[in-house]
């Protein structure tokens, strides 16, 4: 049975147009197998903050933009 690594989880802050001010979300992220390479990657598999119920920007989020362009 393959083992199940754990998640990284790291915090972005910055301006939310949904809450018209500052927030925070939390993103997590699971280390993978790279075909072809010997080390590990991270694969984003989501993010979650305090207005996620109701808003509607999902990945269109400035806060995940800036989260997909600095994964750990």
């Known amino acids: 049975?393959?083992?199940?690594?754990?998640?990284?989880?790291k915090w972005f802050s910055g301006?939310?147009?949904h809450?018209?001010?500052e927030n925070m979300i939390r993103t997590e992220y699971a280390e993978i197998n790279i075909c072809g390479s010997i080390s590990l990657?991270?694969?984003?598999?989501?993010?979650?903050c305090s207005a996620t119920d109701e808003c509607k920007l999902d990945r269109e989020c400035p806060?995940?933009?800036i989260?997909?362009?600095d994964k750990p």
């Open 15 to 17: 301006y939310c147009p």
């Open 63 to 65: 806060l995940f933009k």
């Open 67 to 69: 989260a997909m362009k």
């Open 41 to 48: 990657g991270n694969k984003l598999l989501g993010f979650n």
């Open 19 to 21: 809450l018209d001010g």
């Open 1 to 9: 049975m393959a083992q199940k690594s754990a998640s990284t989880y």
